[in-house]
């Protein structure tokens, strides 16, 4: 129970406080598979060409896939003809396909057999040719396998489901390797698909579909024309909740949530939809499918057409964040996506932004300011190596999702705030017209910026996606009186670390009025600046929407809170205790910083030491506001464990004070008031 209500308590509201935990911060990656993805960056810092281990290079065009899909047996049984291009000479080819799926045989159109051997650690299937293959010929070959698909098991990403089939539902997704994959995430495909099914069964996949019945199964075919990544199928049985929003269709097989949730989720798909071709251009189709998927799935993924959500994904409300990143994905990932995974940012963070600006557009500045601050910190939680060496991180990994998520849609954001808001989203739009159904670059885009806004930005490219470095803030200044009434003049200095740093920084003027906005070109480590104001200046601060990704001592502390909330999810709580030490070593009175450590005595039974760090959560800076409700709460509930229930009483109703309903802090008072809070059962191995 205890950990369970950690979650909760710190999904959405808190993201505005600008700490999140890892199951929050990670947009398509649940807290059930959080432990797995974490452990798979032991290899993420591999050299280069050991991380991304080199095999021939082909270019797949287009598949033909029949496929039987047997629920209550878990088990598919499929051909997949595949048609790719040798890019180099080459005898030998190599696919990946799913572990748990033995390969019966591979045939060339002639009929001829190919000779496969079939790595299952790698989960690879290598083919080798009798004599080299011709650079630039087409090739055709046909894989016979089968097998069964439970989730989790063997997956190609540990602990994450990726393909699974159940009886009341499947899931299949490319990143699983249910069918033989290439230059995974890169290498875009048509595809033509034939799936049967049991009556009583639907297939939802991308493309055009037709379906024809036959005795007691139904074959759905699929046909998608253009080069993208139309290789994820579900299998469901109930009919879909199907909401029409300003001629945006949406269909949702929502199995556990409401029809009522379903609805809210369509509107939002068909509104975000809306927002997007506007800044965008046309996506592929008008209509988007939303299917629910598994516990153990990742909160969210994106095929053309189709938005997979998993339960933990769609949640109680609707996550404007998770949502908006994954219809965005139906232009940076359907449309474009990126050549290598070097550049997923062109994928992940182009996406994440896009969400970022459909929420300002939608809710407002200020609450775009808010996600801004906390996308800034989980982009600081991972920063040893550059944007352009993504392709070294597992895929699914809080790492990835922080360097080539986070960082970049700060990237963009500055790149925004660098070109100015026309010539940035003219570029954006450009792009996506310009390299509709095609694999792109960083350089493709910067070559787009470059001809819209008709300036260099190559150093602010390679600053921020070829270096790790990031610039730590600091200024002075003096306030002079003019004479005459003629008002106030500021004078100072910002300083920073990069001798390459290269941006304009905004200033704030804080006076006894309105406040006064200047933008201070930063070059080098230092650079001067003087402002004039009409009323007196009470406070100057440095970059006040969090336009840069930048340290200052107060992102240093939430940095270190983001970590160790990391370390604790996974159990390693003396980990975790240390970092929260380096964030109270920076400011002593961090209340997020206190309550965390209590959080971590508490779920140790250390109930006086937990005690004590939520006090001094509520003796902290307050910062965030959530910290005093949920501290006496907490405090209400170790009082009910020590049989002190007329302190816990107290503490219950200093919470009700407070006002503050942070994920629901006055109903769980209030359910504790009316009965005391009981320690859950343990669970243990007994004989």
Do not use: C
Not at 10 to 17: C, D, P, V, W
Not at 105 to 118: K, L, M, N, P, S
Not at 279 to 287: E, I, N
Not at 456 to 466: A, C, D, R, V
């Amino acid at each position: 129970m205890r950990q369970h209500l950690m979650r909760r308590r710190t999904i959405r509201t808190m993201a505005g406080s600008g700490v999140m935990p890892v199951a929050a911060k990670t947009p398509a990656l649940g807290p059930r598979v959080m432990l797995a993805a974490l452990l798979l960056t032991a290899l993420a810092l591999l050299p280069p060409g050991r991380a991304q281990t080199q095999v021939p290079l082909i270019d797949v065009e287009f598949y033909r896939i029949h496929a039987e899909i047997d629920p209550l047996g878990r088990s598919i049984e499929a051909l997949a003809e595949v048609r790719f291009v040798p890019r180099e000479a080459m005898n030998l080819v190599v696919f990946e396909l799913h572990t748990n799926l033995n390969v019966n045989g591979v045939v060339t159109v002639d009929g001829d057999d190919v000779a496969v051997d079939r790595v299952r650690e790698d989960n690879q299937v290598r083919l080798t040719f009798p004599g080299a293959l011709v650079v630039g010929n087409p090739v055709t070959v046909t894989f016979q396998y089968e097998g069964q698909l439970t989730g989790v098991e063997n997956s190609p990403v540990q602990g994450v489901s990726l393909a699974s089939i159940d009886p009341d539902r499947a899931y299949l997704l490319y990143p699983g390797r249910w069918f033989p994959v290439n230059g995974y995430a890169a290498d875009r495909f048509s595809a033509e698909m034939h799936i049967t099914v049991p009556a009583g069964y639907q297939v939802v996949a991308s493309g055009i579909g037709t379906s024809s019945e036959s005795d007691d199964k139904v074959q759905y075919s699929f046909n998608f024309t253009q080069p993208s990544f139309p290789g994820s199928i579900a299998v469901v049985q109930e009919e879909p909740v199907r909401v029409d929003y300003e001629g945006i269709n949406t269909l949702l097989y929502f199995k556990t949530a409401s029809a009522d949730l379903a609805e809210n989720y369509g509107a939002e798909v068909g509104r975000m939809m809306g927002f997007f071709t506007e800044r965008f251009g046309p996506p592929y189709s008008t209509t988007l499918t939303v299917i629910e998927t598994g516990d153990y799935a990742p909160n969210a993924y994106t095929a053309p057409g189709i938005v997979f959500l998993s339960p933990f994904g769609i949640g109680e409300d609707v996550n404007r964040l998770l949502l908006g990143t994954e219809v965005a994905h139906q232009w940076w990932r359907t449309l474009i996506s990126p050549g290598n995974r070097n550049h997923s940012w062109l994928d992940l963070g182009l996406a994440k932004y896009a969400a970022m600006l459909e929420i300002e557009e939608n809710e407002g500045e200020t609450e775009f300011i808010v996600f801004l601050r906390d996308t800034q910190i989980d982009a600081l939680t991972y920063d040893e190596i550059p944007v352009l060496q993504a392709g070294r991180l597992p895929d699914f990994s809080p790492e990835i999702y922080a360097l080539a998520g986070s960082k970049g849609a700060m990237v963009l954001n500055m790149l925004r705030f660098t070109m100015g808001d026309e010539a940035f989203f003219a570029t954006l739009k450009q792009f996506a017209e310009k390299h509709a159904w095609s694999s792109v670059i960083t350089e493709d885009l910067l070559e787009t910026a470059e001809s819209v806004s008709g300036k260099s930005l190559q150093s602010f490219f390679i600053q921020w996606t070829e270096n790790t470095g990031t610039p730590e803030f600091s200024q002075e200044y003096t306030i002079y009186r003019l004479g005459g009434g003629k008002g106030f003049r500021v004078m100072g200095k910002i300083s920073q670390d990069m001798d390459t740093f290269s941006m304009p920084v905004e200033v704030e003027v804080q006076t006894e009025g309105e406040p006064e906005y200047e933008m201070i070109e930063v070059r080098g480590r230092s650079s001067d600046y003087v402002i004039e104001t009409f009323g007196k200046p009470r406070r100057v601060v440095l970059d006040p929407k969090s336009r840069i990704l930048r340290y200052d001592e107060s992102i240093h502390v939430k940095v270190a809170i983001r970590k160790g909330e990391q370390l604790m999810e996974l159990g390693y709580y003396d980990e975790a205790l240390d970092t929260y030490q380096q964030a109270l070593d920076i400011n002593r009175y961090s209340s997020l910083a206190h309550y965390r450590i209590g959080e971590i005595f508490f779920r140790q039974n250390n109930y006086q030491s937990a005690a004590n760090q939520f006090r001094e959560a509520l003796n902290g800076d307050g910062e965030p506001e959530w910290t005093e409700v949920w501290a006496h709460i907490s405090l209400g509930n170790i009082f009910d464990i020590t049989d002190q229930r007329d302190r816990a009483v107290n503490e219950y109703q200093l919470a009700l004070r407070t006002r503050d309903n942070t994920q629901g802090a006055l109903d769980e008072a209030q359910k504790y008031l009316e009965q005391p809070y009981r320690r859950p059962r343990r669970t243990e191995r007994v004989y």
